[in-house]
T-cell receptor, first 114, second 117 residues
């Protein structure tokens, strides 16, 4: 079956530190990959996506590269801010008859201190 | 503002009550979804509607009853729920529900926090 595994959290960093949140996946087919972010008390927002191997998604200073050979889609940011504190979800989607369904990882809580 | 609006944002209901969650999307999408987010569990897909027809029911108990009167509106009718149904219920939409090209982006609402007492 399809699954997404994220690194265990919570992750606690100081402002301006480098961030990596690991994400690996298994899928029957060629998925699209996504990172969603959930700020406290809110729903999910799409952060970035990549739809084929070697694509790099980027947004708000965050980046992730679709690595087919390692089945990974790690999220990185060079300098985090307090406002980046949130829960980050890695997800995959397959086309065809999967009806646009997203398979999510368990989420990683990020806390950034001043 | 994601273009997907959910009401109410918070709901407390007794186990014998009947209530409904409402979702409206302003994106011109053809597919709508209900997801459930429980503590310490990955988000779970509940229902998928494509062009107002239900195309997937992910083994959800019958005490949850979805309704999609048109492509812009989606409801989740709730009755005789259990305390373990307390969770964040997220509505989402996308242009299409199933395409060969899987880069179909799904947009989420802010969710409805449900507490069953």
């Amino acid at each position: 079956g399809n699954s997404v595994t994220q690194m265990e959290g919570p992750v606690t960093l100081s402002e301006e530190a480098f961030l990596t949140i690991n994400c690996t996946y298994t899928a029957t087919g060629y998925p699209s990959l996504f990172w969603y972010v959930q700020y406290p008390g809110e729903g999910l927002q799409l952060l970035l996506k990549a739809t084929k191997a070697d694509d790099k998604g980027s947004n708000k200073g965050f980046e992730a590269t679709y690595r087919k050979e390692t089945t990974s889609f790690h999220l990185e940011k060079g300098s985090v801010q307090v406002s980046d504190s949130a829960v980050y979800f890695c997800a995959l989607s397959l086309g065809g008859t999967s009806y646009g369904k997203l398979t999510f990882g368990q989420g990683t809580i990020l806390t950034v201190h001043p | 503002e994601t273009g997907v609006t959910q009401t109410p944002r918070h709901l407390v209901m007794g186990m014998t009550n009947k209530k409904s969650l409402k979702c409206e999307q302003h994106l011109g999408h053809n597919a709508m979804y209900w997801y459930k987010q429980s503590a310490k569990k990955p988000l779970e897909l509940m229902f998928v509607y494509s062009l107002e027809e239900r195309v997937e029911n992910n083994s959800v108990p019958s005490r949850f009853s979805p309704e999609c009167p048109n492509s812009s509106h989606l409801f989740l009718h709730l009755h005789t729920l259990q305390p373990e149904d307390s969770a964040l219920y997220l509505c989402a939409s996308s242009q299409d529900a199933g395409t060969i090209y899987s880069g179909n982006t799904i947009y989420f609402g802010e969710g409805s926090w449900l507490t069953v007492v």
